[in-house]
């Protein structure tokens, strides 16, 4: 253990593992630990630096913006705000934003719309049903409305109003429908459980569903917006809209920012209902908006998507079971226990990867990833995995 993990332990409340390693720096798609050994990184701090690391254009805007205005709190206008939310809105569907500084915080938002939308126009229903295995950040509403038990079960007790159904089963969603019901909750990719894809014409049930019971239809996009999944936006694949949508993770370029859209049916609050002191600061904004708009000019959404092929085809032969994905959101899953230690002999060949639990390994490389990268990733984890 060096030095600053010893300190670590002792000042850092222990709420997860990590691994053995101190990242200094890094560039691109490649980080660097503190002896100058090089990683390719294919997890891009958890499906966040669309990027890459230390983006020129995205140093260029936080070292500009910083100068400029850092914050100023949302009792004031701010022009890097708005200018954010009209280019959110243009890509993705007719609505209006939240700014917030995380993923949790954006469902916290839209769940919060969801309660306001029931008591407005649905008699005071207030259940939202999302499914098992799902994960919508750990604030304690996000934390029940996911469905993993190993996450919200220490926490008891838990907010009413959730109700969780299998995932790809819009028979089930359908059933568990009652006068209680306001909304249905969903990620168009499950990520964090290890990227379970939403079957053909899911989607499209449920949005059908809703539509005629009159429920509000939330996608959290945390982590299948803005181009991870070969389209700006995860729905996009299945030719549907949401009413409510949550974005975070990669808007920023690593910068926190959170975002919840709503469209003109769900848009329910007014001054006074909801609010973030940081939420949708300059800093972030401009920023984000630079993300934004290096993703459009490099045509980063159809790289995704080619690169993602890609990478599908390199998890092929490494003897797993099951690939699943979408663009450059992938996982594969072995029959045995091995994922961790997969994990780790990836991590001492220089080569970062992500082991979601004992037999899954999830790949969320940044979106300009490019094939010889990607063949050297292959090389590598085909040597790990024998
Ligand atoms: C789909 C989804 N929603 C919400 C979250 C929570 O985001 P944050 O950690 O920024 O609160 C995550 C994080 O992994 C996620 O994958």
Known sequence: ?????????????????????????????????????????????????????????????????SAELIHTSNLYFTQPQVELAKRLVELSFPSRVFFCNSGAEANEAAIKIARKWG????????????????????????????????????FQPLPPGFKHVAYND?????????????????????????????APGYLKRVREWCDRQNLLLILDEVQTGLGRTGRWFGHQHAGIAPDVMTLAKGLGGGVPIGACLANPRADVFEPGDHGSTFGGNPLACSTASTVLEVIERDGLVGHSAEMGVLLDAAVQDLGAKETRGLGLMRAFEFEEAKAKPFQNACLEMGLVVNAVDD???????????DARQIDHAHDVMRQVAG
């Open 119 to 154: 008591a407005k126009n649905r008699d005071g229903a207030f259940e939202i049903i999302t499914t098992t295995g799902s994960f919508h950040g750990r604030t304690l509403a996000a934390v029940t409305a996911g469905g993993q038990h190993k996450y919200s079960d220490p």
């Open 1 to 65: 253990m060096t030095r600053l993990q010893e300190q670590a332990d002792l000042y850092l409340m222990q709420t997860g593992r990590r691994l053995p390693v101190t990242f200094v720096r890094g560039r691109g798609c490649l980080a660097y630990d503190e002896s100058g050994r090089e990683y390719l990184d294919l997890v891009a701090g958890i499906a966040v630096n669309l990027l890459g690391h230390s983006h020129p254009d995205v140093v260029a805007t936080l070292t500009r913006q």
């Open 170 to 198: 819009a028979a089930a969603i359908e059933e568990a429908t009652t006068d209680k019901t306001v909304a249905v909750m969903l990620e168009p990719v499950m990520g964090e459980i290890g990227v379970v894809p939403a």
């Open 359 to 369: 037999h899954s390994v999830r790949l969320v490389p940044p979106l300009i990833i």
